[in-house]
């Protein structure tokens, strides 16, 4: 097919499929047919897996992922495409229209719990199918878009400003050079490695969210909505949990606990026994009641999967202006599931790139430092909000939530008089996430709960790779020992007077 004339192009490989890469080749083609483009993009995308927008519907239920949240940051930044929400979004998620928090078996909450804010549940999945869909049935036919799915990306020439593929289908390799390389790889992102190398001023650290935890689906009890959200702190001896609304009136149940707790988990969660994971959750989940079918089908979901820990990056710049890489989603600021903004924080940096584009008249010289300044205190607000707006010790968590509960009301109540919580202003889309930082910072909560936190992850990791061993007990008393010390003292004083 042979291109349109332009005044210029430029070449972009997205390596990723996931939502922020999925949303920036549809905002990219969206400039591509704007009749006052000076700029065609050129767009490549490269992923190791399959295309899930090919699958029919009932193909997709087998691929399901973990349930996920889709807030206002994330609907705007889809709806920054026309169409693309009503048309292939609107119907893969749940509308949410109430919020509980459950303590044991109290139920604390309601419907209008939302602050006005728009929210959607939806399977991670489900959402890259919609994406993908969207690009198959109105990108297919542009000259300028090509999708290589089951497509490994092996090395990035950084300084010759070329990739390195590899087809898993015949094993052959290719050299694909570009303009801008957009790094959407996930949390071990091959196109960040580039920047490692590159830049000696590059800061990355990747490390897990300190978590195991599984989700099962099951079907939905009649005393949940089917549009609710309920936050279970608690839940389980040593476990927080969380149920969200599915599709197919269904719900995802996820349990984790930080791993601290390791050894005070019970036996009984542990075992590869259905039977005995099944009485566990039937004398221990006192949220609400499940059927005898709903406990059987629980426990054999739950013990024919391996515990997840999800990982976390943190990041100080997002873009190399000399490799022409930028980074987004998972490869810039991966993070705990927590507060569930990731896929939302993923798709506002498609966004605000391309705003970006906009504002810079698609000069990446100056678009992609910018990228940078904007960007990185939204990421680096994310992960630390996710990780530490909860404490691993429960004990403090579980005060810091009725405090919480309490800030809420009160605002509510007099909100000229009393600010409102990060968790009250999380979700909101006139707040960024770092005043939700600030906000939690100013407030003590996320200072607070750091401290414990890093404290208990230092420890942990101490045992663990053996840096501090229990010492045997010698049999003699502590006080017995601190006597010696001081009549050793009181000795060593006496033969040097």
Known sequence: MCRPPAASTTRVIIAGAGPGGLLLQALLHARNASPDSATKYDITLIESRSDLGKLREEELQAHRSWMIGLSSHGLEAVRSV?????????????????AYIYLGSKKIGGGSTTN?????????NFIVAALSRYAYENMSDSPYYRSKYDTELLYVDHQNHRILTRSKGTNEEEYLSYDLLVGADGVRSTVREAMVKRHFDFE?????IFQNFKAVHIKRPESVSPSSISILPASLPHFNGICLPETGDLINLSFGFSRNNIDKVADEIKSDDPKVVAKYFKENFKAFPLTEEGYADLADQWVKQRWNRTGMVHCNKYHSSECRIILLGDAAHATSPSIGMGMNTALRDAQKFNELLD??????????PQYSIDRVPEGNALTDVALNLYCFDTGVGMRTMLRGLIQSGLHYLFPSLVDDGPNGILARS????????????EQGIL????????????????RETAMIVPKPRTGYSSLSVVAG?????????????
């Open 204 to 208: 990355l650290k990747v490390c897990d």
């Open 447 to 462: 200072t607070k709960h750091r401290e414990v936190n890093d404290r208990i992850r230092r420890q942990v990791f101490e």
């Open 359 to 368: 504002r810079f008249n698609d000069d990446l010289e100056k678009v992609l």
């Open 82 to 98: 026309p169409g693309l929400f009503e048309k292939y979004l609107s119907d893969v998620g749940i509308l949410l229209t109430e």
């Open 430 to 441: 006139k707040f960024t996430l770092a005043e939700v930082y600030q906000a939690g910072n």
């Open 485 to 497: 010390m001081v009549a050793c003292g009181m000795a060593g004083a006496f033969m040097f007077q």
């Open 116 to 124: 006005g804010q728009e929210g959607f549940i939806v399977d991670r």
